[in-house]
């Protein structure tokens, strides 16, 4: 084959046989990189594809194909493979990641491959595996197991269940070597896969609420509107879910469920395959190997998922037939990232369905003020569920604890721990709420008051006495405990504070009849261990929990009936100023682990500020007077919703590289006429992290639009003078100062 003539120093002509492919690669530059390649069709656009990079190899993606360039001739490289061993990201997918590389201001190419599954970053061939469907024999049907095998014992209890049960299921839980050794014995054999038909399990009878929202929305099914379910703890918000995933199932439509934490997923997906049990679900969260992750996005893709559970990151999930978004618990900060492309999973939603024409539920106990003004405003519909689902159950009643008044012990009041015991003798289940893991937040010196910080980051080392470690929670960095102050020799040294290692020794000295389960980020690390615990819960197998937020979403504990609320009082006051909405957020949703299942719940809170108006609110369970109250405070200090922020955050070795970078921003900033408020540079909260010394500047409209084209304008002139000593990034709608 002759190679085209190429003219040097001039844009590139060609020959009829070969075209410019336009590709997005993980690069932090905003461009697009030319490359030559043959062969190729309209329909490859979306399609990976291996390039040379300098001395590198990389996988892009193909975002468009031209007949020229506009580079010289001798910087036009041809590509090495073009990969077709899956279908192409769909042009919807391509213009949503378009639309966060542009609103967000991140490399088009850093988006797109973030986004996608580690196997397709790689030019390894990539194929969806065939997911076998095995049933229980006749001899399986009529044998049992000694009570030893409990996986296999567990595995065929889930066979009678669901008399069959594809590969991927049984993965998702139980080694392979179980299914292996039944398949040996000849206690399950593989079937044929049958064709999928939507089958739904019975539902309960819903509320009147709950069946005015579900009509609400079915009725619009087909059309894009943004719904704001704002339904109290335990009111149902789930079920009118169910009703309305059923009728966009019966539509052959699919279905995007995205939760703010990993921890959620179990139990939902559980949900979801006990009520549409022919209906194939995936979840996708990090979790997952690279191999399932993998999987679930290929099922997605070829439109086998039905339903597509997964966290913040699924929303970027290729659904060709998407007929429905649901962001549960949508006032989650969990849904921001916070990291790389700083997107907001909840917004990124709502655009999505926007652009395919499908209906989007943000659904919360307590939502985002963005949400419930956006709803005030008509922009978002509003459906209310005041009500408690299950008959006879009401809100707990909130108490106070007056620490002026009653002194702790161990962090424990004595009302607080009569409360523990009453429960116990009752065998009803109690939660102790502490939002702080570790022994103590911090270990202190009696003699001069030195207390261990962190070498990397401006932070206290938190104790964690089990390990006899100090560590921190922002950079992992940790330590051994010290014997004595390195300051002045003194053998003394205190734990400060309260966290949940601390709380659950005092309570098992306190009760040590009492099953005592700790939940924290700690004690659930090993693989299984929160699906283990939840059954246990559930199961009646445990008498006080001991826990931090991860306990306080969405969890649904029947005999759950006391709460106590230890250490809130530090946010009341922060200088944050979401500090209060992310406080009620957080008190509403633990306190509503209370009382779902008829018996009256209690959550006592111990404080020394019990006329707090966040408390007052909390008492009456009344949202919509912290939400006006806060909006009103929000309105008058000229901060979001009623502006648009963003911020531009430096990072270097030294915090003057990283100020006098800032101080260079904002005199490039101070030339642009936006209506966009620059204000000064200053030091992060978090001055240093992980050895970097950290700075920012905020900027703030009134004007979405304004601050967009603003920022377009500040970040071509800061590319052009690019500063190699500093990290920086655009934070736009940031929640963390």
Known sequence: MNEPKLIRNSPLQLENFKKIIKVALDIPLFTRFDYLAADIRADDIGSRVLVPFGKKKLVGIILDIDSHSELPANRV??????????????????????????????????????????????????????????????????????????????????????????????????????????????????????????????????????????????????????????????????????????????????VLFLVPEINLTPQLENLFRSRFPKTTVVSLHSGLNDTQRMQGWLNAQAGIAGIVLGTRLAVFTPLPSLGLIIVDEEHDSSFKQQEGLRYCARDVAVFRGKQQSVPVILGSATPSLESFHSAQRGRYKLLRLALRAVPNAVLPEVRFIDLRVEKRRGGLSKTLVDALSSRLERREQSLVFVNRRGYAPALICSACSWTPCCRRCTSKLVLHLKDRKLRCHYCGFEEKVTQYCPECGNLDLKPVGHGTQRIEEELNALFPEARILRIDRDSIRKKKAWGEMLEKIRSNEVDILVGTQILAKGHDFPNLTLVGILNSDASLYSSDFRASERLFAQLTQVSGRAGRAGTPGEVLIQTEFQDHPLYAALKKHDYDAIAAMLLEERAAAGFPPYVHQALIRAESRTLEASMDFLVKTASLASKSDHGVTVYEPAIASMARLDNMERAQILFQSASRQRLQNFLNDLMSNLDCAPDRSVRWHVDVDPLEF
């Open 77 to 254: 490289k041809s590509v090495i493979t073009l990969l077709r061993d899956i279908p192409p990201l769909d042009h919807g997918l391509l213009d949503l990641f378009r639309f966060c590389s542009e609103y967000y201001h991140h490399p088009i190419g850093s988006v797109i491959m973030s986004a996608l599954p580690a196997g397709m970053k790689s030019a390894m061939p990539v194929e969806l595996k065939r997911n076998p469907v095995f049933s229980l024999t006749d001899t399986g049907r009529l044998t049992e197991l000694p009570a030893r095998s409990k996986n296999m014992n567990r595995l065929m209890a889930l066979f009678r269940i669901h008399d069959s049960l594809d590969m991927a299921s049984i993965k998702s839980e139980f080694p392979s070597t179980v299914l292996k050794k039944m398949l040996e014995l000849g206690l399950v054999h593989e079937i044929p896969v049958p064709e999928e038909q939507l089958q739904i399990a019975p539902s309960p009878a819903l509320t009147p609420e709950q069946g005015h929202a579900s009509s609400c929305i079915i009725e619009n099914l087909g059309d894009f509107h943004p719904w704001l379910l704002y339904g109290i703890t335990g009111s149902g918000k789930t079920e009118v879910y169910l009703q309305v995933i059923a009728r966009v199932l019966q539509s052959g439509k699919q």
